[in-house]
């Protein structure tokens, strides 16, 4: 059985990436952070190990800016046109990469698996039916299906032994 590749890339072509595999866990974030940083009312982060994603053509900026936890991070950006394409939050360092779901070529090959920090959500957002919406953040543990949970307890084992 071949594994699911997919690619994407940003606005002006200099960037590819292809990501190979199931992504850990899509959140759909409301947060005010996420609504400054993109400039649009969420973001959906694809979340998967980061030798998962791999970039075919172009260059990155990184920009470090405050997360939610008051930690950095750090998001890249294609060099010429200033999409961003990917994030590493500090929980998991480089080990864990968030790609943005809108930078895929095919971005409906994603669903996310919750909307978090819909309080934030902007007043006319409609949340989609049958995915769960949290005001804040939410339990993973209750949340996300055991193989996700397991490769979360992987990164943190590895981010515990001085990893990325």
């Not at 409301?30 to 190990?49: A, D, I, M, P, W």
């Not at 936890?69 to 994030?87: E, Q």
């Not at 309080?119 to 543990?141: H, N, Q, R, S």
């Not at 193989?147 to 590895?158: G, H, N, V, Y």
């Amino acid at each position: 059985m071949s594994e699911t590749v997919r690619e994407g890339g940003c606005a002006c072509g200099e960037v590819r990436y292809r990501f190979t595999g199931e992504p850990i866990m899509v959140h759909n974030c409301h947060c005010r952070l996420c609504q400054q940083q993109t400039g649009s009312t969420s973001v959906v982060n694809v979340f998967t190990e980061s030798e998962n994603l791999e970039l075919l053509s172009g260059e990155l900026a990184s920009h470090t800016v405050p997360g939610g936890s008051g930690n950095p991070h750090t998001i890249f950006r294609c060099k010429t046109c200033g999409t961003a394409l990917w994030s590493h939050y500090p929980r998991f360092g480089s080990l864990m990469t968030g790609f943005r779901a809108g930078t895929l070529d095919d971005s409906s090959s994603v669903t996310p698996d919750v909307a978090i920090f819909t309080d934030f959500k902007m007043p006319w957002v409609t949340l989609p039916e049958g995915i769960p919406a949290f005001g804040e953040y939410y339990d993973p543990p209750a949340t996300l299906p055991p193989a996700s949970m397991d490769r979360l307890k992987a990164l943190a084992a590895r981010r515990k032994a001085g990893e990325g």
